[in-house]
């Protein structure tokens, strides 16, 4: 969790919350899609594990 956009660009997975339930998904510090809140907990599971298998492939 960042405190706003500018922190979320320097993230691999950055979430910046907004209004109406909703929170920004940064990926690699660029905005990509909004998430509703109660779908927010087990997608965030989803995005961390796919990112770090991806990182332990590329080493």
């Known amino acids: 969790m960042v405190n706003g956009p500018g922190e979320a ?3 691999n997975i950055g979430i910046t919350g907004g209004g109406n339930n909703t929170h920004m998904i940064y990926i690699d510090g660029k905005k990509d899609h909004i998430v509703k809140e109660k779908d927010l907990a087990p997608y965030l599971e989803e995005l961390i594990r796919k990112k770090a298998s991806d990182k332990s ?3």
């Open 9 to 11: 660009n320097m993230t």
């Open 57 to 59: 492939l590329k080493q």
